[in-house]
């Protein structure tokens, strides 16, 4: 199994950003996959899950702006994110979660920094 996030960098307020995840090895067998992140100084939050039957959750400071999505064919979960604010400045990190047997899988992060 291995996750590893991409798509992190620079970008200036309001602007666009989409971060994808390679999942190999688990695409088929996560029940539920999702995009978390952290600031400094901050505890690890959820941004967005999506199961594997498609159903959706976002957290609070998403809604409205960020997308999640997952390409099984592809093995690629993907993270739209727009409308950015300084906010939201910080690791994502994917994340994956099997049930047989029960295991949480994390990738390395991608920073992400909004900014002018």
């Known amino acids: 199994v291995q996750l590893q996030a991409f798509g992190g960098g620079l970008v200036q307020p309001g602007g666009s950003l989409r971060l994808s995840c390679a999942a190999s090895?688990?695409?088929?067998?996560?029940?539920?996959m999702g995009w978390f992140r952290q600031s400094p100084g901050k505890e690890r939050e959820m941004v967005a899950i999506?199961?594997?039957?498609?159903?959706?959750n976002y957290g609070n400071s998403a809604k409205g702006r960020f997308a999640i999505s997952r390409d099984n064919a592809k093995s690629t979960l993907y993270l739209q994110m727009n409308s950015l604010r300084p906010e939201d400045t910080a690791v994502y990190y994917c994340?994956?979660?099997?049930?047989?047997?029960?295991?949480?899988?994390w990738g390395k992060g991608t920073l992400v920094t909004v900014s002018s």
């Open positions: 994340n994956a979660r099997t049930a047989v047997p029960a295991n949480t899988y």
């Open positions: 090895g688990i695409m088929d067998s996560a029940y539920m």
């Open positions: 999506i199961s594997n039957l498609g159903s959706k």
